[in-house]
């Protein structure tokens, strides 16, 4: 059987841009020596090679990637660029009665045991690559489905943080089980049962960008710097990146500069329903849309799943196209941001700012529960 290199499984723009940055600077290996590629053009070279190279999948089990894919393929960066009709749990209706919490942890676990091997295999038609034929697989958010399968199968895998310092705000695995963790734990070390990020028996190392925000210990963790890949990229690279995430690149360095001073930019995610999303967003512009005291010049990036309309909500602002990774606007030559204002998403990534705000968990007390976003401190 002939062994092909490295593949990654994307469920986010963010994190094929990750995979991106991976190949085009060469630190993909936990186990080798990789030597970081002279330029693109040499990246680009393994678009012609059937050894070299590297696969990305595109799961689109949550998000539309739009025609993604097409650019990626003519990036040249990947050899290959796969679409993934990977089904959640829901998709299989059988499944439900396995979910149930009988209220016993024994019975619980038994029910989980056959939902863990069940989901797994269900995934088996759905796979666009025989993945036993990879020397590397990395996974961002293994807790879905196919994280179920890899251990199902008994392949094993890289794992690599959903978003950037993630864990910060929500550590899944301990959230998900944090009623006898240690028991289950261990039977997912067994592989009778899965939990994500690490614990799954399948699983080689979990990869962060920093070990010091992550609240509970990881086994295998591997701590990998964004900004040392970002540090590598080149010109080159960079304009590379912008053509593959930025369906309309002229189009958007159109609208930035129908702003002619520093403006606010506003990030905005999928927190809660529609109608408290607006007010959430609609008080982070009134409190805090102003530079040097006076009221700024507002430019919003959605969310690339953040489906409200906020040009209709927000019709004096400037919207921009929310299916890219706000990462892209690092590589924006000369733009000028006063403040990026964020909830959630961590702002350690930006360089295109002269000012950063993030607003958290007491910002967002204020609209939602907080035993809905508070989840490590219930730990």
Not at 42 to 58: F, M, R
Not at 128 to 151: A, K, Q, T
Not at 210 to 238: F, G, M, W, Y
Request: hydrophobic share 40%.
């Amino acid at each position: 059987m002939t062994m092909k290199e490295r593949i990654y499984v994307c469920h986010t723009f963010y994190h094929v841009y990750i995979a991106c940055l991976k190949e085009l600077t060469g630190v993909y290996s936990h186990e080798q020596g990789a030597v970081a590629p002279e330029s693109t053009c040499d990246t680009l070279a393994k678009k012609h090679s059937k050894e070299l190279g590297a696969t990305v999948v595109l799961s689109r089990v949550f998000l539309d990637f739009g025609d993604l894919k097409s650019r990626l393929e003519e990036s040249g960066i990947f050899r290959e660029v796969f679409d993934y009709d990977e089904k959640a749990a829901e998709f299989f209706p059988e499944l439900s009665k396995y979910r149930v919490n009988s209220g016993n942890i024994f019975l619980h676990m038994i029910r989980r045991i056959i939902f863990t091997k069940k989901l797994g295999k269900a995934q088996i038609p759905y796979l666009p690559v025989d993945f036993r034929h990879y020397r590397d697989i990395y996974v961002f958010c293994d807790s879905d489905p196919i994280g179920y399968y890899l251990n199902y199968a008994r392949i094993p895998y890289h794992a690599v943080e959903d978003g950037l310092d993630c864990l910060s705000n929500f550590d899944a695995a301990h959230f998900d089980n944090r009623r006898f963790f240690r028991f289950k734990a261990w039977m997912s070390a067994l592989n009778l049962i899965f939990i994500q990020n690490g614990y799954g028996k399948y699983c080689l190392d979990m990869e962060v960008n920093d070990i010091s925000v992550v609240p509970n210990p990881i086994p295998n963790v591997i701590e990998q710097p964004r900004a040392e890949l970002v540090n590598k990229l080149s010109t080159a690279d960079q304009e590379a990146l912008l053509k593959i995430f930025v369906a309309d690149l002229d189009g958007l360095q159109a609208k930035l500069r129908e702003v002619k001073e520093p403006f606010v930019l506003l990030l905005t995610e999928e927190i809660g329903d529609i109608e408290t999303r607006e007010r959430i967003f609609t008080a982070a512009i009134d409190r805090h849309g102003q530079l040097n005291g006076r009221p700024a010049k507002i430019v919003i990036k959605p969310h690339p799943r953040d489906t409200l309309d906020y040009q209709t909500l927000f019709p004096e602002h400037i919207v921009l196209n929310r299916l890219f990774p706000m990462e892209m606007l690092n590589f924006i030559p000369n733009l000028e941001v006063g403040r990026v204002i964020s909830v959630l998403t961590v702002l350690k990534g930006v360089t295109f700012s002269a000012e950063t705000l993030f607003l958290g968990l007491d910002f967002l007390d204020e609209f939602i529960d907080p035993q809905t976003y508070r989840r490590n401190e219930q730990i």
